[in-house]
């Protein structure tokens, strides 16, 4: 259990969007002390204002060597009239709750 304490929660450190014509492909970089299959970042969602999920990029096995890491998601449709949204990062053990990014759709 100690490990998984150490590890605490999955932070987003870095986001950029590619967006036309309300698609968007996001580029998001996470980083989280990874332990294994007991304790690891497993996905990240980009969420609107009003907290409603547009997508989510799961994560299928701990990146323990690879930290931290980006992966893409897309091109997924964003509502119009969203052109603000947020990036949370999840973990196995602790869910959301680390650094998220607030970012503008361009």
Known sequence: MGSMAIAGEADVIA???DCAEHMCTFSVTV????????HYADHWRIVT????????????????????FTRNLG?????????????QA???VH?????VIETDLQ
């Open 90 to 92: 999840h973990d196995s």
């Open 49 to 68: 204002p009003g907290d409603g999920e547009i997508g989510r990029r799961v994560l299928y096995h701990p990146h323990v060597e690879e930290q931290p």
């Open 15 to 17: 986001a950029q969007t």
């Open 75 to 87: 091109p997924i449709a964003v509502p119009p009239g969203i052109d603000r949204v947020v990036i």
């Open 95 to 99: 869910g959301y709750g680390g650094k």
């Open 31 to 38: 980083a989280h002390g990874d332990s294994g299959w007991d």
